[in-house]
């Protein structure tokens, strides 16, 4: 269908707004069953034995797309709603199905009563000078 | 030495995350700071709120709901290969204030952009951090054309408290921008000493 050369010119332009809800690809879910909210610094990290999610059919082309992203470069969760240019609520839900399919793991950033760890903080200062 | 995809049975690194968020009335220079500094264009996430119509949007004999779109920009400084730093510029609206608190979460602290011809503008971001013990510091955007005041000045017209730390910068000048994060990762420092001594003593 891509190679017929029509490229992007459709028969609606943006002002017709998504044609596809982005809440249709979660199947109408707003949360995930897996876990409390993904922070927007979590860490997403394909499984490294993670098969080839496309022969997965119950998986859509966005889980895909984020089993392929997070495998050579674990990404945030705020990267990856910028990069599939999805609403972070959906991505949320997306990562959630993927935890649970085992594709995927989620490192959880620093909890903030951890956060004032002296040494952390002062490798910041020296990693920010050293810019 | 093999490289590339022979190595895959390696996991890849994962990073250590930590946030700063960027507070400032609208069009105070929070994404020119990030843009500063950010390794990459910064990006921007957005999230789908649906609300009840307000009187705000005229929706006068409307009853449905509507769907809004709160934009956050961020940006992302790998410091090592196991440590990564996001700045994340809050939503200016104060109707997103909730979106605040998600962000402020775990937050390393907060650089609140203040610009001396509309000072008004940050009162609500420093507000926010003090109510809820998130360190702090004020950056003065020196904008070309604007008055310059003394750093003394602008805290007392702010009210602060002493301890918080106001610097003179300009959002889009990458060393001023790095001597402001620096100082609020002292300032975070010094800040959790205090607590914890308030806590032993």
Redesign the interface.
């Known amino acids: 269908m891509s190679g017929d050369g029509q490229g992007r010119s459709h028969w609606f332009d943006d002002e017709a707004g998504p044609v596809v809800r982005?809440?249709a690809m979660t199947r109408g879910r707003t949360t995930s069953a897996a876990q409390h909210?993904l922070?927007?610094?979590?860490?997403v990290?394909t499984e490294?034995d993670a098969g080839d999610p496309e022969t997965d059919p119950t998986l859509s082309p966005e889980h895909v797309d984020i089993v392929g992203l997070c495998r050579?470069?674990?990404q945030?969760v705020?990267?990856l709603?910028?990069?599939l240019d999805l609403?972070?609520?959906v991505v949320r839900v997306l990562i959630g199905d993927l935890v649970h399919a085992e594709l995927v793991h989620v490192?959880r950033?620093?909890?903030?009563a951890e956060?004032?760890d002296?040494s952390?903080?002062?490798?910041?200062?020296n990693?920010?000078?050293?810019? | 030495m093999i490289f590339g995809r022979s190595e895959r049975g390696k996991p890849p690194v994962e990073p250590v995350t930590l946030k700063i968020l960027v507070a400032g009335g609208f069009g105070v220079g929070k994404t020119t700071l990030v843009g500063a500094v950010s390794e990459i264009r910064p990006l921007r996430t957005e999230e789908l709120l649906t609300e009840a119509g307000r009187p705000v949007d005229d929706t006068s004999g409307v009853e449905a709901k509507h769907t809004t779109t709160v934009a956050m920009d961020f940006g992302r400084i790998t410091l090592r290969e196991d440590l990564v730093l996001y700045l994340f510029g809050t939503p200016g609206q104060e109707r997103f204030w909730f979106m605040w608190d998600e962000l402020s979460e775990g937050a390393l602290g907060a650089v609140v952009l203040a610009d001396t011809r509309r000072l008004e503008d940050c009162f609500a971001g420093i507000d926010y951090f003090e109510r809820r013990s998130i360190p702090f510091l004020v950056g003065v955007n020196c904008f070309e054309g604007a008055a310059r005041y003394p750093a003394e000045a602008v805290r007392q017209a702010l009210d602060l408290d002493d301890d918080v730390p106001v610097l003179l910068c300009d959002a889009r000048d990458r060393e001023s921008v790095k001597e402001v994060l620096i100082g609020l990762v002292r300032h975070a420092m010094e800040y959790a000493a205090d607590r914890r001594q308030a806590v032993v003593g």
Do not use: F, K, M, N
């Open positions: 982005p809440y909210r922070d927007l610094i979590a860490v990290v490294h050579d470069e674990p945030s705020a990267e709603a910028a990069e609403p972070i609520g490192s950033p620093v909890p903030p956060l004032p002296e952390i903080l002062r490798d910041v200062i990693g920010l000078r050293a810019l």
